[in-house]
């Protein structure tokens, strides 16, 4: 399985829209002819909440520019959307975000896929319900960011698909699959589900995130942008640049199986072969990981008395209410002075609130023990 990857140091349109060519050129006559019988594509960006490109959280406007010239240069239909997290208003991440200003320039259909027809399906007892507009184009173009991620550790192509999950479900999800492996298997059907309809993958890392991504990290020019008819092959590659291993990343083996990609077999171009990222922070989102996967069930407990940690609201806070409404266990509630108030006894550390918080007002407090390990 191939992976693209072009090394770009910075958001320049006509160098994107090379990157872009290069990606969706169909290499062979059976994929010209798949790519000219395609009509209406969806292309899902990451577009988590209202941050501007320079935030590195959402997918660069410029990127977007590219995928969107290309499509109607070769006489393509093109929508684009996505259900931002929480009860963000999707008015502001279009705003934000560029795209209100590519839809006045360029004849494009926005959906916000909060409201947007949705349908459930049935997957390996799972019951996920899906915003109908990948069924309602013929095919999907899926953009990432290219970040750390507080729960998965790192969030890449596939991961960007848990935005079909329309509005405020998302949310209920986390509260029905807690575990960090309940989810990522959750993630993992999703894909499945989805991935026959997505025509291709891309990764923008030319901006990035590390540390405590994917909204409250530390901005990274990772000069990097990536693509692939494989989203697992893709964050396979991507999240290895990071300095990640496959078990680091706790969707990535059960995806790579669902495509029956051997990592071995992943081909990328041969000066990427053993290059890995100068001085990235991943310790930051994988140690208490690493600490608790080889424990065993009897001893988890008592570890778990020591070594702990779970998201407060600082003095940073706005008092906006987004982490109230974006708590799927009801764990934050305002105290007499009108400031949101974590209850860590029922947190269940999916972070929602650390990655919805526009203000970066959420801290993770670590105990001693943690703090030691996680320094």
Not at 140 to 151: P, Q, R
Not at 214 to 236: E, K, Q
Not at 315 to 340: F, M, T, W
Request: aromatic share 10%; net charge positive; with cysteine.
């Amino acid at each position: 399985m191939k992976v693209a990857i072009r090394k770009i140091d910075r958001y320049h349109l006509e160098e994107l829209e090379l990157a872009v060519a290069e990606f969706l050129q169909p290499q062979n006559p059976a994929g010209k002819k798949e790519f000219n019988r395609l009509k209406r594509f969806f292309i899902k960006p990451n577009l988590l909440g209202a941050y501007g490109p320079e935030a590195a959280v959402t997918t660069h406007p410029l990127v977007l520019e590219a995928v969107i010239r290309y499509l109607l240069q070769n006489n393509k239909e093109v929508w684009i959307g996505d259900s931002p997290g929480g009860t963000v208003n999707v008015e502001q991440v279009w705003q934000k975000c560029g795209l209100k200003d590519l839809a006045e320039r360029y004849p494009i259909k926005l959906i916000n896929l909060s409201t947007h027809k949705f349908r459930e399906i049935s997957y390996r007892g799972y019951k996920i319900r899906l915003s109908e507009v990948i069924w309602d184009c013929e095919a999907v173009i899926n953009i990432a960011k290219f970040k750390t991620h507080s729960l998965m550790a790192f969030t890449g192509a596939v991961k960007n698909l848990y935005g079909l999950v329309p509005g405020m479900i998302k949310s209920d999800y986390h509260r029905k699959y807690p575990g960090m492996r309940e989810f990522a298997k959750m993630i993992t059907a999703i894909y499945s589900i989805v991935k026959p309809c997505i025509y291709y993958n891309m990764i923008d890392g030319i901006l990035g995130m590390d540390g405590a991504g994917p909204s409250a990290g530390n901005v990274r020019n990772f000069s990097l942008f990536m693509g692939s008819r494989s989203a697992s092959a893709l964050d396979y590659q991507a999240s290895k640049l990071m300095g990640f291993k496959i078990q680091e990343v706790p969707y990535l083996f059960d995806a790579l199986h669902s495509d029956g990609v051997l990592p071995s077999r992943v081909d990328i171009p041969h000066s990427f072969k053993h290059f890995i990222l100068p001085e990235v922070d991943i310790k930051t989102v994988k140690i208490s990981k690493d600490v608790m996967r080889f424990v065993p069930g009897i001893a988890s407990y008592a570890i778990g008395k020591l070594f702990f940690f779970h998201p407060v609201v600082s003095d940073r806070c706005h008092k906006c209410g987004i982490c109230v409404q974006s708590c799927p266990v009801n764990a934050i509630v305002y105290n007499s002075e009108g400031l949101p108030v974590v209850n860590p006894n029922k947190c269940i550390k999916c972070m929602c609130c650390h990655e919805m918080c526009p203000f970066q007002a959420i801290d993770i407090y670590k105990s001693p023990v943690a703090r030691m390990i996680m320094r």
